[in-house]
Protein backbone atom coordinates (compact mmCIF):
# COMPACT_ATOMS: atom_id res chain seq x y z
CA UNK A 1 0.00 0.00 0.00
CA UNK A 2 1.32 3.48 -0.89
CA UNK A 3 0.36 6.57 0.53
CA UNK A 4 0.77 10.42 -0.26
CA UNK A 5 3.54 11.05 1.61
CA UNK A 6 5.47 8.17 -0.63
CA UNK A 7 4.20 9.72 -4.38
CA UNK A 8 5.63 13.28 -2.92
CA UNK A 9 8.40 11.65 -2.50
CA UNK A 10 9.19 10.29 -5.56
CA UNK A 11 8.28 13.32 -7.65
CA UNK A 12 10.30 15.39 -5.52
CA UNK A 13 13.54 12.48 -6.43
CA UNK A 14 12.33 12.72 -9.77
CA UNK A 15 12.46 16.69 -9.84
CA UNK A 16 15.55 16.50 -7.82
CA UNK A 17 17.64 14.46 -10.94
CA UNK A 18 16.37 16.97 -13.71
CA UNK A 19 13.24 14.80 -14.64
CA UNK A 20 10.63 17.09 -16.25
CA UNK A 21 7.31 14.96 -14.40
CA UNK A 22 4.61 14.38 -16.61
CA UNK A 23 2.54 12.03 -14.27
CA UNK A 24 2.67 9.16 -11.90
CA UNK A 25 1.25 5.83 -12.12
CA UNK A 26 0.43 3.61 -9.48
CA UNK A 27 1.16 -0.24 -10.73
CA UNK A 28 -1.60 -2.86 -8.81
CA UNK A 29 1.73 -4.48 -7.01
CA UNK A 30 2.45 -0.58 -5.35
CA UNK A 31 4.99 0.11 -7.24
CA UNK A 32 5.01 4.42 -7.91
CA UNK A 33 5.96 4.97 -11.57
CA UNK A 34 7.39 8.90 -12.43
CA UNK A 35 6.95 9.46 -16.19
CA UNK A 36 8.42 12.47 -17.51
CA UNK A 37 6.73 14.75 -19.77
CA UNK A 38 8.34 13.75 -22.99
CA UNK A 39 7.23 10.43 -22.73
CA UNK A 40 3.53 9.97 -24.08
CA UNK A 41 1.38 7.80 -21.67
CA UNK A 42 -2.15 6.92 -22.78
CA UNK A 43 -4.47 7.97 -20.21
CA UNK A 44 -6.88 4.77 -20.88
CA UNK A 45 -7.25 1.91 -23.01
CA UNK A 46 -9.49 3.26 -24.60
CA UNK A 47 -7.16 6.43 -25.05
CA UNK A 48 -4.87 3.67 -26.68
CA UNK A 49 -7.74 2.18 -28.92
CA UNK A 50 -9.21 5.34 -30.03
CA UNK A 51 -5.20 6.60 -31.37
CA UNK A 52 -5.20 2.98 -33.03
CA UNK A 53 -8.66 3.93 -34.85
CA UNK A 54 -7.62 7.04 -35.44
CA UNK A 55 -4.48 6.14 -37.13
CA UNK A 56 -6.30 3.44 -39.32
CA UNK A 57 -8.79 6.67 -40.47
CA UNK A 58 -5.57 8.75 -41.63
CA UNK A 59 -4.01 6.28 -43.17
CA UNK A 60 -7.00 5.27 -45.61
CA UNK A 61 -7.49 9.06 -46.05
Known sequence: MFRQ???VRAV???RASGLDV???EIAPDGRIIV???A???P???LDEWK???DA???EGS
Open 51 to 53: AKR
Open 39 to 41: EKV
Open 12 to 14: KAA
Open 56 to 58: RAA
Open 35 to 37: HSQ
Open 22 to 24: GGI
Open 43 to 45: ASP
Open 5 to 7: ADV
